[in-house]
């Protein structure tokens, strides 16, 4: 079974700052991909970004960047220039190829930008 | 217009009740998916479908059935619910030949009293 373990329950940022957020996740699977997901109040899963698991190049998104080390298994968040908007809840999750797409996600984290 | 809709947005029902939660996409895509969300627990799968004909059972199906009645429209029911099915309840969709990206409805809150 795959499991996504995101760590940091909650964190907060200044407002401009860097936060980096961190995913971890444990499967056998060579084919597969990352993403992260936000949750702002309104309760909408947002994606943020993708990484697909045969990339070496981590992907970034405007703001966000992740930082993916496959032998690790490590898959970080990173958000530039922290706005208020980006305040809300952030799940990992991971998807393999082999079983219909299926999602596993993280417990997620709470991050709170601070004016 | 939202490309994936879930009616109702909010519910509460006794226990023991019958309740359908619906989802509809305008997205074209030919693969459903329903998940709860608990506090602390992250979204869990529920269900999934690939087309009408094609529907398997996720993590926690107990408890729950649904229906593909049509590629756009994807229902979950709870036949007798119970309080520990208060959850936030999300449906989702992807597409085969696209990114492998999952896209997901507003939520429906259910409460069971």
């Known amino acids: 079974a795959q499991t996504v373990t995101q760590s940091q329950p909650e964190m907060s940022v200044q407002e401009a700052e860097t936060v980096t957020l961190s995913c971890t996740y444990d499967t056998s699977e060579s084919n597969y991909y990352l993403f992260w997901y936000k949750q702002p109040p309104s309760r909408q899963m947002i994606l943020v970004i993708r990484?697909?698991?045969?990339?070496?190049q981590n992907a970034t998104e405007n703001r966000f960047s992740v930082n993916f080390q496959k032998a690790a298994k490590s898959f970080s968040l990173k958000i530039s220039d922290s706005q208020l908007g980006d305040t809300a809840m952030y799940f990992c999750?991971?998807?393999?190829?082999?079983?219909?797409?299926?999602?596993?996600f993280g417990t997620g984290t709470s991050l709170t930008v601070i004016p | 217009d939202a490309d994936v809709t879930q009616t109702p947005r909010n519910r509460i029902t006794k226990t023991g009740k019958r309740i359908m939660l619906e989802c509809s996409q305008t997205?074209?895509?030919?693969?459903m998916y329903w998940y709860r969300q608990d506090p602390g627990l992250g979204l869990r799968l529920i269900y999934y479908s690939f087309d009408v004909k094609d529907i398997n059972k996720g993590e926690i199906s107990d408890g729950y059935s649904v229906s593909r009645q049509a590629q756009a429209k994807f229902s979950l029911s709870l036949e007798s619910a119970i309080p520990n099915q208060t959850a936030l309840y999300f449906c989702?969709?992807?597409?085969?030949?696209?990114?492998?990206?999952?896209?997901f409805g507003p939520g429906t809150r259910l409460l069971v009293l």
């Open positions: 997205k074209g895509h030919d693969r």
């Open positions: 999750a991971f998807m393999k190829r082999s079983a219909g797409n299926q999602f596993y």
């Open positions: 989702a969709t992807s597409d085969q030949r696209g990114p492998e990206t999952q896209y």
């Open positions: 990484q697909e698991a045969y990339k070496q």
